[in-house]
């Protein structure tokens, strides 16, 4: 292990004081190199498995790491396969079938007799319920929005343009077979414009090149939106925490609210006030927290 450090995203999120811990690591998984950050007390009665998005990174998520350990937990942030520091030898070949997979295992790898939550951020949001539903060991998940890729309203939202959304399945799947593989900027496709209110940061988020400014292969965006969840709503029986963003320019609660309705499980929806879809704006942020720590405090008993 070796200390990791950077500034990209420090500046916009409120500092912790005193610093907390932050060691980084690496996971074999299927000869893949997993980057792992492990934040805060390894020895907390709660663990967190924190999981980005499309466009973020183990370090983008940092910040929020540093806050989620002070409530009593020992935070796990994955670098997913072709981003941050992770270590992949066919980045072309990744699916977002891989993404789950990797994540599942990471859930089993940890496994102990501590409560698990896992939190996800943005794409991570459906990701989080989706490791649940896999391994059945997540004590509760708290997520940031809940994008089903099979509605219409969601593909409009997430793509740059709504028209590009209605053609985007056709073409991929012409374009499946030799060009698979081709990795193009995820902002060709992606509305990387809205993935936070405030326009520096976006500008930060589009010059990480192990994030928001990286690229993505066409037959992952395939598997993502021919993605269905691991299990039905109406099936899913983990406490369920949305604490969406209220100023979410990019994914508004309208299209993340008919799947989390759908949740059989104890379910809370709070929202975040001022926030955008990167939740760096107060009193939003503190709202967050506040509830995470909430959460934590439940399930130490």
């Known amino acids: 292990m070796r200390q990791y450090m950077s500034e990209r995203y420090e500046r916009y999120v409120q500092r912790v004081d005193p610093p907390v811990s932050r060691m980084s690591s690496y996971w074999n998984w299927r000869g893949e190199r997993v980057h792992v950050e492990r934040v805060g007390d390894p020895n907390a009665p709660v ?22 350990s002070l ?12 981003y941050g520091q992770t270590v992949v030898r066919q980045p072309g070949a990744i699916r977002y079938g891989h993404w789950r997979e990797m994540l599942a295992d990471l859930a089993r790898a940890e496994q102990d007799d501590r ?10 949001g459906m990701l989080a319920y989706d490791t649940a539903a896999q391994t059945g060991l997540a004590s509760a998940i708290a997520v940031t929005c809940l994008l089903d890729p099979r509605s219409p309203a969601v593909r409009a939202r997430l793509t740059w343009h709504p028209s590009l959304a209605r053609v985007a399945a056709p ?9 698979a593989n081709l990795r193009v900027p995820i902002r060709w496709i992606a509305d990387m414009r809205h993935i936070a209110n405030d326009r520096d940061l976006v500008r930060e988020v589009l010059a990480d090149k192990r994030g928001g400014g ?36 990019w994914t508004p609660l309208t299209i993340s609210a008919p799947f989390f309705s759908r949740i059989a499980a104890v379910k809370s ?5 001022g926030s955008g879809h990167f939740p760096v704006e107060q009193p939003g ?13 439940k399930l130490r008993g």
Request: charged share 15%; net charge negative; aromatic share 6%.
């Open 71 to 82: 409530a009593g937990a020992h935070v796990s942030v994955p670098d997913l396969l072709g």
């Open 115 to 124: 409560p698990l939550l896992v939190v996800g951020a943005s794409l991570g």
């Open 269 to 273: 929806l709070v929202m975040l006030e």
């Open 47 to 68: 663990r967190i498995i924190l999981i980005h998005g499309a466009g973020g990174n183990a370090n983008a998520l940092w910040p929020f790491a540093a806050h989620l």
């Open 171 to 179: 073409m991929l799947r012409v374009l499946a077979g030799p060009l």
């Open 214 to 249: 990286g690229r993505v292969s066409l037959g992952w965006m395939r598997s993502y939106l021919q993605s269905r969840p691991v299990q039905e709503p109406e099936l899913f029986t983990t406490p369920t925490y949305l604490l969406h963003p209220e100023d979410d320019r």
């Open 285 to 297: 942020l503190t709202q967050m927290m506040t509830e995470i720590q909430q959460i934590v405090d």
